[in-house]
């Protein structure tokens, strides 16, 4: 049997901004675009696990919204992080901008005493809420998930074994959720290095490959003046140029405006999926376009026209 065009779908990290892949599903499963592999980093992972195992976006949103609602997600106290995380200037009168300052210094706290900010318990439950306890070979599409191995000091695409386990380990943010181990190696999350997994996509085969940009842009007027914000400022100045050099593989590349959303408010699920949604129809036409050239091409290359 000849090799047949694949198309790939990279869905990037960006925590709860990553909610608007949902919206990015919903719309090529109307518009009949079948992906034939899932790559996916941090929620991109998540995402894409649970869309591999059943490739049903309306079920899929129907679980993201039972997940906020579950005991599972209040013990993950991401509105704390959400809190923690705010400026001090943000907000009315001097008892909010103390109890957001008495936040941040216990997140730090715990950040110097601990591995994570969320226990592995904790972590597991909800993982397990989003995702199925199967395998790779399990899969209705074929999926990859990628992660950091910080004592190798390499990146994996994850391909085999248990799902959860998989994506456990690329969705594990550094200081936030404990790292995962997997059979040597020690994972955190994948998106630090490949935050939209476009290469992942065409090593396992994608012919074309789409991308979903849910990272927000680099701030240009915050006034730097403590060396936590100048570590935290270097470090996404080096991400975001690593992305940039990355990203132009892609074949097409979808940016649903989710930036504003603070990537641990996953309260904003339906502005997210919406902006999923609304950037992927801006795009259809185009995609539609460029996948029959794609795959015109890829037919021409392999000799499999009829002259």
Known sequence: MAPRF??????????????????????????????DIIT?????????????????????EKRAFDYL????????????????????????????????FLKKRIFYGLALTKTSFISDETFEKNIGFMV???????????LGVTAIDIKAGTEL????????????????????LPPVCIGESLCVDGGWSREIPIEAAFDMGANYVIGVDVGSELETSKAYDNS?????????????????????????????KVEKVHWSDFK????????????????????????????????IRRGLLVS
């Open 69 to 100: 609602d579950s005991e599972a997600f209040k013990k993950a106290k991401f509105d704390f992080i959400t809190g923690a995380d705010k400026s001090l200037d943000d907000g009315e009168g001097i008892f909010y901008r103390f109890s957001t």
């Open 132 to 142: 199925d306890d199967k395998t790779f070979s399990q899969t209705k599409i074929e």
């Open 228 to 256: 936590l914000d100048i570590v935290f400022r270097s470090n996404a100045i080096a991400r975001d140029i690593l992305k940039s050099m990355r990203i132009s593989r892609a074949n097409l590349i979808i940016n649903p």
């Open 6 to 35: 694949k198309t790939g779908l990279a869905l990037g990290s960006g925590a709860a901004r990553g909610l608007a892949h949902i919206g990015v599903l919903k719309v090529l499963e109307s518009e009949g675009i079948a992906i």
């Open 157 to 176: 695409l994850i391909r085999e074994g248990p799902i959860r386990m998989a994506v456990k380990a690329s969705s594990s943010i550094p200081g936030i």
């Open 40 to 60: 996916g980093s941090s929620i991109g992972a998540i995402i894409g696990a649970a869309y591999a195992l059943n490739p049903d976006a309306n079920e899929l």
């Open 268 to 299: 904003k699920m339906d502005e997210c999926i919406k902006a999923g949604e609304e950037a992927t129809r801006l795009l259809i036409k185009k995609l539609k376009r460029s996948i029959t050239l794609g795959k015109w091409m890829y037919r």
